[in-house]
């Protein structure tokens, strides 16, 4: 498998306008995650789905952002409009997660690095 | 926040030293995990060690988890320039599916 795949690797863009990053999580998996990684906040987790259902979204800070996942291989983060403050690299990540309490061990795409001036 | 705390936030140390990272957290846990980080790249998963374990070791790697002080420590041994890289534990919460990640220890190797 190829693992996690995020497209583009680099973005840049000027403030207000709309940004879309892609995620293909890894066959099989369940579980997608999408992170943002700054200096100043570390890894964020801002939200999450399990079999394609979004089942934690409090992580998203602003309505600005949304994120979808249409089926169980590709998901999409939009900001709209883009920020400066939005600049940071975003990380995708998946996982088989299992019932109960097994283990949740996540598989992290290359991540997209933005950059919203 | 949520977020475990990691020390030291950086470590630098010769090629063949053992380095040694703290990762503390706040709520009780199923498993605790770490991962490294290269620089440019995403979060790669090293070692898992369940709540009622209290070591384990894979190759170089260490892990000791104490749940009564919510605490793990990752010990490197024998350690190369190529283990130069960022740390982190991530803990996930009894019925949770997410991971709470720490702010990360900073190591790097030099030949």
């Known amino acids: 498998d190829a693992g996690v795949i995020q497209s583009p690797r680099h973005e840049v863009t000027e403030m207000g306008q709309e940004v879309t990053l892609r995620c293909k999580p890894i066959?099989?998996?369940?579980?997608l995650f999408w992170y943002r990684q700054t200096m100043m906040r570390g890894l964020e987790l801002l939200i999450y789905?399990?079999?394609?259902?979004?089942?934690?979204d409090s992580g998203m800070p602003e309505d600005r952002f949304s994120a979808k996942m249409p089926n169980a291989s590709f998901s999409t983060l939009k900001i709209q409009p883009s920020e400066p403050r939005d600049s940071a690299v975003y990380f995708c990540?998946?996982?088989?997660?299992?019932?109960?309490?097994?283990?949740?061990?996540?598989?992290f795409g290359a991540g997209t690095r933005l950059s919203v001036l | 926040s949520q977020q475990g705390e990691e020390d030291p936030q950086a470590l630098s140390i010769q090629e063949g030293e053992n380095a040694t990272m703290n990762c503390s957290y706040k709520?009780?846990?199923?498993?605790l995990q770490w991962y490294r980080q290269n620089s440019g790249r995403g979060l790669v998963h090293l070692i898992l060690?369940?709540?009622?374990?209290r070591e384990k070791h894979s190759g170089r790697l260490r892990v000791t988890l104490d749940t009564s002080k919510k605490s793990s420590s990752l010990l490197i041994t024998a350690s190369r320039a190529a283990d130069t890289a960022s740390y982190f534990c991530?803990?996930?919460?009894?019925?949770?599916?997410?991971?709470?990640f720490g702010t990360g220890t900073r190591l790097l190797v030099s030949p």
């Open positions: 990540a998946s996982s088989l997660t299992p019932h109960g309490q097994g283990e949740n061990i996540q598989y």
């Open positions: 066959s099989g998996h369940n579980s």
């Open positions: 789905f399990n079999n394609n259902v979004p089942i934690d």
């Open positions: 709520t009780s846990i199923n498993n």
């Open positions: 060690i369940r709540s009622n374990e």
């Open positions: 991530a803990t996930d919460a009894i019925h949770q599916q997410k991971l709470v």
